[in-house]
């Protein structure tokens, strides 16, 4: 490799620094936000904790699992697109649309059909999810872990108030991330 200014050949060790190892485990970033990583584990931790407290009212834990992973992507990248109240509410609201939509056609089906329920129900979830990956994209509300949450509606049961508490739950995140946002750094 030449150094383009001076036409000299660059060693080769020089050339290996420039490379991340492979057997690196930290994030060179941490090096200088040691204190910042710290600070926004325990803003995590505390927000999701305020949320489970609140989700503890509903025993539906594999619905209430996906605001794990938008606490994740909310306090390591707040300020990356996908951390944008429009993507975190707009996903929720559309995955819960396609989630309790295809529950309620998968239990309308279970009910008058002579096909294996379990195998009627795991068809609605890939639909729910192809419905909500769909939505989500021509509305530009794309978000992940609500497209997760549109599988746990067909595949578990829920209520109204777990509907609620769930949407509650992303409200809370969204709002807790908003406010102290000026003080939070993209970690990834």
């Not at 485990?25 to 505390?46: I, W």
């Not at 279970?110 to 294996?116: L, M, Y």
């Not at 049961?157 to 939070?184: H, R, Y």
Request: hydrophobic share 50%.
């Amino acid at each position: 490799m030449t150094d383009s200014t001076s036409g000299r050949q660059e060693p080769k060790r020089a050339r290996l620094r420039t490379r991340r190892p492979a057997w690196r485990l930290f994030d060179e970033k941490l090096k200088g936000h040691r204190a910042q990583y710290l600070r926004q584990t325990l803003m995590a931790t505390v927000t999701m904790m305020l949320v489970l407290l609140l989700l503890d009212l509903v025993k539906q834990t594999v619905l209430i699992a996906s605001l794990g992973a938008s606490t994740f992507i909310v306090f390591s990248m707040p300020h990356a697109k996908r951390s944008k109240p429009r993507y975190l509410i707009g996903g929720y609201a559309v995955g819960t649309l396609a989630g309790c939509t295809l529950a309620v056609i998968s239990a309308r089906l279970i009910e008058f059909s002579f096909a294996d329920p379990r195998v009627i129900q795991i068809c609605c979830a890939a639909f729910a999810l192809g419905l909500a990956f769909l939505l989500m994209v021509v509305t530009d509300t794309e978000h992940p872990p609500a497209a997760a949450l549109a599988l746990g509606y067909v595949l578990n049961e829920w209520d109204l108030f777990s509907l609620f508490v769930v949407l509650a739950g992303i409200a809370l995140i969204t709002s807790v991330k908003e406010l102290i946002k000026p003080k939070l750094l993209d970690l990834i």
